[in-house]
């Protein structure tokens, strides 16, 4: 299944089903032509990085691309790398646009360090040829330090991009702003997972197309009001909640209508005054010692005794106990 994703309305604008993996650009091309993408950004995984289809986003959709490139395209990535290899030994002679980032998460530092060249620094005139809408390179070097039971450990990823977007030197958040784009798809990858692993949406025996384009629509709502809820309520423990124990909570009709009620109004209000979820998402309140049920009225007999006294609270229990069974 192929869609198109908004990263700015958090809603699948568009969705192809396909039969292999290698048929994904066809799909790719087929929503460029039907839908209004102009001024967009589009990113995709490598697999589908080919001259064709980024020609087609620049010239058909007026839109631009910030996509992923691997080994596959040869001789592209090979110059790319070399280019950023010249740049580690300060051999490079270009224009550098360059951002930093760190995140402490998940028991570890994690540092982003993206870095950007000028694809008219780099490529030979052949190469222009092949890729005429190229004009900027993406370097992307994700650092992380783990540690575990006293001991350190240290690794290092490098992934490259590559877009129609000029660099900016005389913007500052240039580099910056770039490196939103790709966190933003990365995090779109890891909603993937959660539908793969999580929904079990791959291990689904579907051989019908209609149907599967309907148990991706609903699949993908389902994780979209979740992880909308997962985003709004207190962790636990330290911890977000867990996909598996908010579908459990959801099993429940009223649960399911206060969970989308939340979700397409973006409004919390309902859940965080609900008495079910106390003890669940949020805390019981402290009590104060004073607390009388909405169904008993208020005499003043249990605001008139004093906190000194050893038995208080037993005493305004009991005087509730004696109220409450009047009222039967």
């Known amino acids: 299944m192929v869609s198109l994703y908004s990263t700015k309305y958090g809603l699948t604008i568009s969705q192809r089903a396909v039969d292999k993996k290698n048929h994904e650009a066809e799909a790719i091309l087929e929503m460029i032509a039907t839908l209004n993408l102009r001024n967009c950004i589009l990113t995709w995984d490598a697999i589908n990085t080919r001259a064709t289809t980024l020609e087609a986003v620049v010239v058909k959709a007026l839109a631009d691309f910030l996509v992923c490139l691997k080994a596959n395209q040869g001789e592209l990535f090979d110059v790319i790398e070399e280019a950023f290899s010249m740049l580690d030994v300060d051999k490079f002679q270009g224009e550098l646009l360059s951002s930093s980032r760190t995140s402490t998460e998940h028991g570890r530092i994690e540092t982003k360090d993206i870095s950007i060249l000028n694809a008219e620094d780099i490529l030979s005139t052949e190469l222009e040829r092949k890729w005429p809408h190229v004009h900027s390179v993406i370097r992307v070097r994700t650092s992380r330090i783990y540690k575990s039971s006293g001991v350190q ?4 990823e490098d992934k490259f991009f590559i877009s129609s977007i000029t660099p900016d030197s005389l913007d500052d958040s240039f580099a910056a702003t770039m490196q939103d784009i790709i966190i933003s798809r990365w995090q ?9 692993a999580v929904f079990g949406q791959d291990a689904l025996p579907l051989r019908n197309k209609e149907y ?8 993908k709502i389902a994780c979209n009001v979740l992880s909308y809820i997962r985003e709004h309520v207190p962790y636990y423990n330290g911890k977000p909640w867990s996909f598996e124990s908010l579908q459990i909570l959801a099993r429940k009709a009223q649960t399911n209508f206060m969970f989308l009620k939340a979700f397409f109004t973006k409004d919390m209000s309902e859940i965080e005054n609900d008495e079910r979820f106390i003890g669940i998402f949020y805390k019981e309140p402290e009590p104060t010692g004073n607390d009388v049920p909405d169904n008993l009225e208020v005499t003043g007999h249990e605001n008139q005794i004093d906190d000194s006294f050893k038995f208080a609270n037993l005493v305004r229990r009991i005087s509730k106990i004696k109220s409450k069974r009047k009222l039967r």
Request: aromatic residues 10%; negative net charge.
């Open 153 to 156: 450990t240290e690794d290092r």
């Open 212 to 219: 599967i384009d309907n148990s991706t629509v609903y699949t």
């Open 188 to 196: 779109i990858e890891s909603s993937h997972w959660v539908i793969d």
